[in-house]
């Protein structure tokens, strides 16, 4: 398998709910990204990791907290969340030092918070 | 610092006529420039990108883009829409060493009629 996977692709939770939102490239990229993308909203920037470490983080809300175990791997864990979080949640991967190659993205995740 | 104007959140155009989206950019640093296109309930799919050498850019579907340093402009066309050209475009720039995040604009919608 190549590329960036998202799973799920759907996920309905209600707002007492935890659930985990999963990434994984394939790439051999060192740095991962979380965005934000609501309707008519611009894209946002949530958190970055780079080389397992997060490096940035653009004032999230604490119901959202980022998990990055290895290079490979990110997740995003979900708690409490409220209907405005509703939104597709996108994962990023790129390899720090190569900015020439952009990002590469997963399909994402549609979150519907109820 | 980075940032990205893109013009028009929506832009409608005929099948086979030409396609226009606008970005202009700013940036501190000489600029790597990017444009992502985004199919409905997908990712983010690199079109095409600048980093250095040849101004006029080629990417995938017959797209192109020309950097213009004077403009900061970093405009995309294709000579002839197609329906299935139908999706969301993002303008994104970076830094052009070392660590560096995307900073992507607002988006614009392309519509597509027959």
């Known amino acids: 398998e190549t590329g960036v996977t998202q799973t799920p692709r759907h996920l309905v939770m209600g707002m007492t709910n935890k659930k985990s939102l999963k990434c994984e490239q394939h790439?051999?990229?060192?740095?991962m990204y979380w965005y934000k993308q609501s309707a008519k909203k611009p894209l946002e920037l949530m958190f970055v990791y780079s080389l397992e470490e997060r490096v940035e983080n653009n004032s999230v809300p604490s119901r959202f907290s980022p998990e990055c175990p290895n290079s490979s791997h990110l997740f995003l864990h979900l708690h409490t969340l409220q209907p405005e979080d509703s939104a597709l949640y996108l994962c990023?991967?790129?390899?720090?030092?190569?900015?020439?190659?952009?990002?590469?993205f997963g399909s994402g995740t549609r979150l519907t918070v109820v | 610092a980075q940032s990205v104007t893109q013009l028009g959140s929506h832009v409608s155009v005929s099948e086979g006529a030409l396609v226009l989206l606008r970005c202009n950019y700013s940036?501190?640093?000489?600029?790597?420039l990017f444009w992502y296109v985004q199919y409905p309930n997908q990712g983010l799919q690199l079109l095409l990108k600048y980093t250095t050498g040849a101004t006029l850019v080629k990417g995938i579907n017959g797209f192109e883009a020309e950097f213009k340093k004077s403009e900061t402009s970093f405009h995309l066309t294709k000579p002839s829409a197609h329906m299935s050209d139908a999706a969301e475009y993002f303008c994104?720039?970076?830094?052009?060493?070392?660590?560096?995040?995307?900073?992507f604009g607002k988006g614009t919608m392309l519509l597509v009629s027959p």
């Open positions: 994104a720039v970076s830094g052009n060493s070392g660590y560096s995040t995307l900073t």
């Open positions: 990023a991967s790129s390899q720090d030092g190569e900015a020439s190659r952009g990002y590469t």
């Open positions: 940036s501190s640093v000489p600029p790597y």
């Open positions: 790439l051999g990229h060192n740095a």
